[in-house]
Structure formats: C-alpha cells, structure tokens
C-alpha cells in the first residue's frame, strides 16, 4: 500500500507536505487526533511519506479502543431471556486508506472510523431452540459450610451456564472456564496436591468438571481428554472424576452430533446439577453412567495439582 502512494507521487512529481490534523471520530464522537507531521519519515521535503511503523501502531490502537465483544444470549437468575448484542471490530484496512487520503490528498479534516458488526455465536432464538430436549444430566453434592469453596464452584458453572457447543467442535473446561484466580474471585480452598489435602486458589472446581463429565457422557458425546484425581473423591463414583487445573490436565469433549448442543449448569443449596439439551430432531446415543452419590461430606476436596504446575498423579 505505501510503495503505491509513493509511486503515485512520483508520477505527479508532488511536492505536497501533509500538515494539520485529521480527527478520527467514532459515531460522531472524537476518537483521536492525528498530527499529519508527526507521521512523516525525515526523508526528501519535496516527497513526504508517511512512517509505516507509526501508521501501524496508530491502526492497532485505534482497533483496541474501538473493539467490542459480542454477548450471547442467555438467561438471568430468574430464568428470564437475555438478548443477544453485537459487538464490532475496526475496519483495518479501510482506515489505512482513509489515513493516506487525509494525508496526501487533503480529503478533509475528519475520518470516520470504519467498523465491522460482530454477530454472537449464540442468539435468542438459537437458545430457545436448544432448550427443547434433555439428552443428559447428572447432579452432585457439597457441603455448604466451605464457603470458599462453594464460591469456586458458584463462579466455575456460572462460566460454562449456556454454552453451546456447535457440531464437531471440541470443548475444553479450561478454556471456557478461564484461569482461576483471586482478580476473578477465586478463593483458596481445599485441594489435592500429589495425594496429599492442602489448600488452593480454585479449590471445587474439580467438581464441576465432574460432574459436566458424567452429564456429558450420559448425552453420548465422544470425551477427547480426562484425567483422574490422585486419590479418590468424594462427591462421584470411583473413577468417575475429572480433574482439571491451569497447567496441567483439561477436560475436553467433542460434539459427534449433527446439531449443537447447550450446556446449563446450577449451583445452589449443595448441589451442582448439569443438563445438556439440543433440537428435539437430535438423534443421540446415550450411555449408562453410575449413579451420583446423594450424601454430604464433612471433606470435600478437589485436584489442584497443575495449579502448582506439576503433571497429574497417576
């Protein structure tokens, strides 16, 4: 593009000088002021050519303030409908062309940022949609008198609480969930650290990736990774568990089926219950899984063995 604006004023024999600003403006609002001078390289007065490190840095700046996340739609506390907003992403390389235009051609003195919409993966209709059918379900208890660690496993389903896993694609809990950590409201309570109780940021959530396995593998989803704690825990079956922690194992399944499917996750009065739910057109293959223990534990402990970044125990 530069090498193009260049040649082009050779052909003319331009002596143009950029001076002034331009002022690139985001709905009719100010965004930034740009010095046309200070854009320039120190090569000949006679042919001014703009710096394409500064024009680079300029363009990502602008691309931060001006981005948005899209939300998905999903339900409030009460159950109610949450719309879906768009979010919006710059235009990068229609601004690169409005910025050598303000530059070389004097086109004016304000830009209009150009942007892109962002569509949700996920919409309100979508959402109703995958409602219709239960394909899997599984439920798991906790005692409530850890109240860090019941905050660990209230803010660990919250994340994964309408997410929609689209055909063929690969979940992963840690991915979805996000790094455990106290910015996000994370609190040290009691872990599995190499067989041996100690206590962690993020303790609990093991649980929750538990019991989404079991959910999960009732629906007949094909699970891509799962690990095991290193001792055994209270609130599932033996061997049916799945620890997960930041730097080390994951939990990850794979969609097999021809539709999405939506995952809803509870926590509340001791118990963790996860539900998956698709089209009612779905065909699915579902399995026999062990029954969830219905007992509460005076210990409930989770692996937090990557989260001291040491492979998982055997």
């Excluded at 996340?69 to 992403?89: I, S």
């Excluded at 872990?191 to 993020?202: A, C, D, H, M, N």
């Excluded at 001792?231 to 089926?257: I, L």
Aim: proline fraction near 7%; hydrophobic fraction near 35%.
């Amino acid at each position: 593009m530069l090498l193009t604006w260049v040649a082009s004023l050779l052909l003319l024999g331009s002596t143009v000088s950029p001076q002034g600003q331009l002022t690139l403006e985001l709905a009719g609002e100010p965004l930034e002021v740009v010095e046309k001078e200070a854009y320039l390289l120190p090569v000949s007065p006679g042919l001014p050519v703009i710096d394409p490190d500064k024009l680079e840095k300029l363009l990502t700046k602008v691309e931060r303030r001006v981005y948005q996340e899209p939300k998905n739609a999903t339900t409030d506390e009460a159950g109610k409908l949450v719309a879906e907003k768009n979010g919006r992403q710059l235009d990068r390389f229609a601004l690169e062309q409005a910025l050598y235009q303000g530059m070389y051609e004097g086109a004016g003195t304000k830009i209009d940022v150009p942007v892109q919409l962002i569509l949700p993966r996920v919409d309100r209709q979508l959402l109703v949609q995958l409602a219709e059918k239960r394909i899997g379900s599984y439920t798991t208890y906790f005692n409530t008198n850890n109240k860090n660690r019941v905050n660990n496993i209230a803010l660990s389903a919250k994340s994964l609480h309408n997410y929609v896993v689209f055909p063929g694609e690969v979940f992963s809990f840690n991915k979805v969930v996000g790094m455990r950590t106290r910015e996000k409201g994370y609190k040290e309570a009691p872990v599995i650290v190499r067989g041996e109780i100690s206590e962690g940021v993020g303790g609990g959530i093991c649980q929750v990736s538990s019991t989404l396995f079991n959910a999960v593998d009732r629906a007949g989803l094909h699970i891509v990774q799962r690990y095991s704690h290193s001792r055994q825990v209270p609130y599932v079956p033996p061997g049916r568990d799945a620890t997960v922690s930041w730097y080390g194992p994951d939990f990850k399944f794979q969609n097999k089926y021809a539709y999405p499917i939506l995952i809803r996750t509870y926590s509340n009065f001791g118990q963790v219950s996860v539900t998956i739910h698709s089209f009612n057109e779905i065909e699915y293959d579902p399995r026999v899984v062990p029954g969830m223990f219905t007992e509460l534990y005076e210990v409930d402990v989770q692996d937090h063995e990557a989260e001291k970044n040491t492979p998982p125990s055997p």
